[in-house]
Every structure is written in structure tokens, then in C-alpha cells.
């Protein structure tokens, strides 16, 4: 009998194709969205990336997303339980005093119309295509507030393009990179979840359709839920990426949009990084 060896694959691996477009050691980079967004930003900092991540806050749905990025996001602020909050805006700013909560949003916003000028390419992540209104406008946090204020609906892909056409387009000189978050809203159940993510993969093929040259979509969403079908690639809650996750899909997202020679330089950058994190546990003497 012919000796053999048994080839077995005991995953599928998701194709990415190398990106015509590439990061540049010194590219200015903006990334915003749900907190997915965070894990990436943190990576792309650590590895020496001019890359300013979600100064106002986590945001989830594409519309108040797009709203927080052309100029359309309203700050109105709400008291509740002691705390002001901006409906516009992520818990991270809520607070006592109003004032200090009012002066903080303002600064956000500043910083990220400055990072957004300042950039050549925006990753934007959705995180989901429910949205809430109050007195019918979108708000990007509910903050706790009691259910009955709200209106919940599951956007459309047309109201999601329509939303984000005129933002590409009016800013030609930009990339932008698409991701759908791999963290599941369980709260709106796992069949509804399925739903909300098919609608904003399906918005992100359609923008793409529109905007072949300014725009990628990279695909975090099929990595984890396909190639890392396991529950050991998810943190304690099974919802969110585990850390060992987040770093395999850094990886292919330097596989994807870095360079080797820019890659070889964010190497040396994340050692100088890692040294500057360790702190001696006393103080030479």
C-alpha cells in the first residue's frame, strides 16, 4: 500500500486580496464607529500609525455616524438620574455638571473634524442598522434612559447610502475602508441581528458599487464569524472578540493594507512602544 499523508483543512480561510491602496508609514488615518473601531485604533497607535480613533465617542449606527461626520450632529443635552448626557453622543462624556459635559462634547467635535480634515483615509465601522429615535430625531445612545421615549426602527439600505453618498462624494480626495462590526446585539436577538448585519453589508456593497476607486471594505465581520468559528476567539460575554481575535485580524488587515517596507517600520515603532509601556516597579536609586 502507497504511503500518503492525509491533507486536512480544519478551517475555511477568508480570501482577502492585497489592497492597490496601501497605508504609508506616514499616512493620517481617522477611524470611527462602533467599539470595534477601539480595538483597531489601539493597534494602529501602538504600531506607530498617526491614527486619531472615535474622538466623539463609540458610535453604532450609520446615521448618527455620517451625522457625527459632516457637521449634522446636534447636542442636546438630557438629565437623568443626576447625570447630563448628550443624545448625540457616547456615555464616555456623560456627567453632574452640564456645563463641563457641553464644553467636552464642543472639544470632540473640534478634534474630529480636524483628524477628519487632516486624514487621507477613514475606516468606519457599523455596528448596527437599528436605530432609536426621541422626538423624532436619531439619537447614538439611550443612555439608560426609560424605553418609552424612544421609537426603534431597522434602517434600509437606501437610507444608509443616502446618508453617506453625498459624504464620499464630497470629499474626493479621501479613502475610505469599510468594516461591519463581528460584535453580535444580542438584545435585539440573534435572528435580528442577522438581519441588521445583512442590511449594513449590503449598504457597504452598494456605496462601494458607487465609490469603486475611494472606497474598501474589509471584511472583520466574515474573519470571526467564519474563519474563527470557535468560542474561544470571543471574551467572557460570547459577544465580544476575544484579544487573541482582535490581533489575528489586525494581522490581516496589515496583510491587506501595509506594505513591507512600511510594515518593517511599525515593527521597530511597536518595540519602542512596548518599552515605553513597561514601568520598573520602583524607582532606580
Known amino acids: 500500500m502507497a504511503n500518503y499523508k492525509l491533507q486536512m483543512n480544519w478551517r475555511t480561510e477568508i480570501d482577502i486580496p492585497k489592497s492597490p491602496w496601501q497605508i504609508k508609514a506616514d499616512s493620517r488615518l481617522l477611524l470611527v464607529g462602533s467599539c470595534f473601531t477601539d480595538h483597531i485604533g489601539r493597534q494602529m497607535q501602538a504600531y ?81 442598522a437599528y436605530v432609536y429615535y426621541r422626538n423624532g430625531q436619531v439619537v447614538a445612545n ?57 442590511v449594513l453589508l449590503m449598504a457597504v456593497e452598494q456605496l462601494q458599487k458607487e465609490f469603486p476607486e475611494q472606497t474598501s471594505y474589509f ?28 490581533e489575528y485580524i489586525w494581522q490581516r488587515l496589515c496583510d491587506t493594507f501595509v506594505s513591507a517596507e512600511t510594515l518593517a517600520q511599525m515593527q521597530l515603532w511597536h518595540k519602542e512602544w512596548l518599552r515605553e509601556q513597561h514601568r520598573p516597579l520602583h524607582a532606580a536609586t
Not at 58 to 75: F, Q
Not at 169 to 176: D, I, N, T
Open 48 to 128: 506607530g500609525l498617526h491614527a486619531v480613533c472615535n474622538p466623539t465617542g463609540v458610535l453604532y449606527n450609520p446615521l448618527s455616524i455620517a451625522r457625527s461626520l459632516n457637521g449634522d450632529m446636534r447636542i442636546e443635552l438630557v438629565e437623568h438620574d443626576g447625570l447630563y448626557h448628550s443624545m448625540s453622543h457616547h456615555g464616555s462624556f456623560s456627567g453632574p455638571d452640564s456645563e463641563q459635559v457641553l464644553r467636552r462634547c464642543l472639544q470632540s467635535q473640534a478634534e474630529l473634524h480636524k483628524a477628519l480634515e487632516e486624514a487621507e483615509t477613514v475606516f468606519v465601522t457599523f455596528g448596527t
Open 142 to 198: 439611550c443612555h439608560k434612559l426609560p424605553e418609552r421615549e424612544f421609537t426603534r426602527e431597522r434602517l434600509t439600505v437606501e437610507q444608509i447610502v443616502s446618508e453617506w453618498r453625498p459624504i464620499i462624494r464630497s470629499m474626493a480626495g479621501k479613502h475610505w475602508v469599510f468594516t461591519v462590526s463581528p460584535i453580535r446585539h444580542r438584545r435585539d436577538g440573534m435572528h435580528q441581528n442577522q438581519l441588521s448585519k445583512a
Open 219 to 246: 471584511p472583520a465581520y466574515e474573519i470571526v464569524l467564519d474563519e474563527l468559528r470557535d468560542y474561544r476567539f470571543y471574551a467572557d460575554d460570547l459577544v465580544h472578540p476575544s484579544g487573541m481575535a482582535v
